[in-house]
C-alpha cells in the first residue's frame, strides 16, 4: 500500500521532472530527477561528448556543471513543503573546486534551507561519478511565488 508520504513524493518527482521538462538546455544536457522531497533534490548529468569544455582534458564545461547546480536549486525550492507555484534565480554563487573527472557524469544535491514569503536561500553541491570530493559548492537565493 502506497502511503500519504509516498504520494506526495510521487507527486514532487512528477512536477520536478515537468520542471525539468519544460527547460530546453535541461532536456539538452540529459538532466534526470534521482530524488526530490521536502526542500531537497538531487540531478544527474551523465558526460557526453557535445558537453565537454577542454578536449585535451576530456571533462565537463564548467558552465554546464553551473546550469545543472541552477536547475537543481530551482527543483528544490519547487519541492519545498510551502508550494510556491513558481521560482527563478535571484543570485547564484559557484565556487569551482576542481575539474570533473574526465568521462565522468555529474549529479548535484541542492537544500532550500529557508523561505520567506518571497525569497528562498538555497546551498549545493555538484560530485563527478568518483565523490572524491566536490567538484563545486553554490549558495543563491531564488524567488516565491505563491
Not at 557535445?50 to 541552477?70: C, E, Q
Not at 519545498?80 to 574526465?102: V, W
Not at 525569497?119 to 511565488?145: I, K, N, Q
Request: charged share 20%.
Amino acid at each position: 500500500m502506497v502511503g500519504a508520504d509516498d504520494a506526495g513524493r510521487d507527486e514532487q518527482a512528477r512536477i520536478a521532472q515537468q520542471f525539468i521538462g519544460a527547460i530546453p538546455h535541461a532536456r539538452a544536457l540529459g538532466m534526470q530527477v534521482e530524488d526530490i522531497g521536502a526542500g531537497k533534490a538531487t540531478i544527474s548529468m551523465p558526460w557526453a561528448p557535445h558537453l565537454v569544455g577542454d578536449p585535451r582534458r576530456n571533462v565537463i564545461h564548467g558552465g554546464v556543471v553551473s546550469a545543472l547546480m541552477d536547475t537543481c536549486c530551482g527543483a528544490a525550492v519547487m519541492a519545498h513543503p510551502e508550494r510556491p507555484r513558481s521560482t527563478a534565480t535571484i543570485d547564484l554563487r559557484i565556487d569551482y573546486m576542481r575539474a570533473a573527472n574526465p568521462g565522468q557524469g555529474i549529479t548535484a544535491r541542492a537544500e532550500c534551507y529557508h523561505i520567506t514569503r518571497s525569497v528562498a536561500f538555497l546551498r549545493a553541491v555538484a560530485m563527478d561519478e568518483d565523490g572524491e570530493g566536490p567538484v563545486a559548492s553554490a549558495t543563491g537565493t531564488f524567488t516565491v511565488e505563491r
